[in-house]
């Protein structure tokens, strides 16, 4: 992670785009440091292409719209080959009738560099996505699989040696095993560079998998950002609470406030949490609970310290590495558990369907959540 004390080399400050009638970025801020691997992660529609695109000169704020800044200066009004970036399209972008060498070179050429140069810089280019130049270099890029394609991508980007690329879901197309192959590698090269890497997607996993931060988009806004680890256990929102993980949700009334935590009164029963600020005893609380939280044991049991509450088991769905076991609690409400898989055709799972017994979780494994802006 990069020392947040350094210069942001990008900055966003009251940044909003607008197309006709519909608002794409509403009043966005957030800096990007150094060498960071910063993802901007949504659903579809949620701005993180238009965030990109600004940033990347394609799109301009609106007139009122707030400054983009990169190394201190403002690039509202910069054409893209001003501002010392390169992007990786989610299309790839290859040139179909030129080999791959000369993909790779593209960039070189537009950029003047004296031609006895761009071999050598071509071939480490190749050499750092791992296609030898000796198998590929001669090849159109409709004789290359998908991975190959992407390699090239990112190698023609990478030998204008850039200090900040961008890219827009570059995975999207692979199959999984190559996905998860390429997260490692691009966070591998990112470290290895110093290359302050930009990177749209909507997978959750793939962002936690690679980024320092993660900024997580919602209805044209930043939701949430932090560290992966700081958005996954602590979710602000009930949009980010569902969308990086699974999450449950009770809700109830802060009831009281117990030395440092809140007691939620529900229609399955009491429990704590941790208090936070701003919230009055008697308001109405959204409370989200990861599954692997979630601990169950026969009626009446489990640990004293925790929140306990009675249920039923509805429903156990396989996943492979785990199990979801599905509670009802008094009320109605479904409590989902994340039961580890020690080999079902060894160890069955004590539950089935119908079985009473007891969910519990550490009170500080609990969180009350903001509303979702409008």
Not at 141 to 160: E, M
Not at 237 to 257: D, K, M, Q
Request: aromatic letters at 6%; glycine letters at 10%.
């Amino acid at each position: 992670m990069p020392d947040s004390t350094s210069r942001p080399v990008i900055e966003f400050r009251g940044v909003s785009k607008t197309f006709g009638a519909f608002k794409a970025v509403r009043s966005i801020d957030f800096q990007i440091e150094e060498g960071e691997f910063f993802s901007l992660l949504g659903p579809s529609g949620c701005g993180k292409t238009t965030t990109l695109r600004l940033l990347a000169g394609f799109e301009t704020p609106d007139p009122d719209g707030g400054e983009v800044r990169i190394r201190g200066q403002v690039v509202n009004d910069k054409r893209p080959y001003e501002r010392d970036l390169s992007m990786v399209f989610q299309s790839y972008a290859l040139f179909p009738h030129l080999s791959v060498e000369r993909n790779i070179a593209f960039g070189l050429e537009q950029r003047k560099v004296a031609k006895a140069e761009i071999p050598d810089r071509v071939a480490k280019a190749m050499e750092m996505v791992r296609l030898p130049q000796d198998q590929f270099g001669g090849r159109a890029p409709s004789a290359l699989s998908g991975g190959q394609r992407q390699r090239v991508a990112l190698a023609r980007a990478l030998v204008v040696e850039p200090p900040l690329l961008l890219l827009d879901e570059p995975l999207g197309a692979l199959d999984l095993k190559l996905r998860k192959e390429m997260q490692l590698e691009l966070k591998e090269l990112n470290k290895r560079l110093g290359i302050t890497f930009v990177y749209v997607t909507h997978d959750q996993e793939e962002a936690l998998t690679m980024s320092d931060r993660i900024a997580v988009m919602d209805n044209a806004r930043i939701a949430q950002l932090g560290r992966p680890e700081e958005i996954y256990e602590h979710p602000r929102t009930p949009f980010v609470a569902r969308f990086i993980g699974e999450s449950n949700f009770l809700e109830g009334r802060i009831a009281a406030v117990e030395g440092e935590l809140f007691r939620i009164d529900t229609a399955a029963g009491p429990f704590q949490v941790p208090a936070v600020s701003g919230r009055a005893v008697g308001g109405a609380a959204t409370i989200a609970l990861r599954p692997e939280r979630v601990q169950l044991s026969p009626p009446g049991q489990g640990d004293p310290a925790f929140n306990r509450l009675p249920g039923t088991v509805v429903h156990i769905v396989y996943r492979g590495e785990n199990l979801h076991v599905r509670v009802q609690l008094p009320g109605g409400a479904i409590l989902t558990a994340a039961a580890r898989n020690e080999g079902q055709l060894r160890v069955p799972l004590r539950w089935t369907v119908g079985d009473e017994l007891t969910v519990s979780w550490n009170p500080l494994d609990g969180h009350v959540l903001e509303d979702d802006p409008a």
